[in-house]
């Protein structure tokens, strides 16, 4: 089961006896910082969890699922994730 927002700030919050006000503020902010970071450096390394990266995904066709007919896919930048070693090894 997937743990929820609501939730991982409840428990950041008991664990480090701080309000859930402030753990959602932290939140906010973490969220300016990586966008910021990923907009200017296109890197991010969150220690021990891993690492974001932006990179190109090049154009492609597809396909219209609806009709069957033949689609080209624009190029555009995609948010990578890349787990830290630890982390991978922790859960092997």
């Known amino acids: 089961m997937a743990l929820s927002k609501d939730?991982?700030?409840?428990d950041?919050?008991?664990s480090l006896d701080l309000t859930q006000a402030s753990v959602?503020?932290?939140f906010e902010q973490l969220a300016l910082i990586v966008q910021d970071s990923l907009e200017n450096d296109g890197e991010l390394t969150l220690p021990g969890i891993g690492k974001l990266?932006?990179?190109e995904r090049a154009a492609r066709s597809g396909r219209n699922p609806q009709?069957?007919?033949?689609?080209?896919?624009?190029a555009k930048k995609v948010?990578?994730?890349v787990p830290?070693?630890?982390?991978a090894d922790s859960l092997n």
Do not use: D
């Not at 009709?67 to 624009?74: F, R, S, V």
């Open 53 to 55: 990266k932006v990179t």
């Open 79 to 81: 948010v990578r994730f």
């Open 84 to 87: 830290a070693k630890a982390l």
């Open 12 to 14: 950041i919050a008991e």
């Open 24 to 26: 959602r503020g932290v």
């Open 67 to 74: 009709t069957g007919k033949t689609i080209q896919i624009a």
């Open 7 to 10: 939730q991982l700030v409840r």
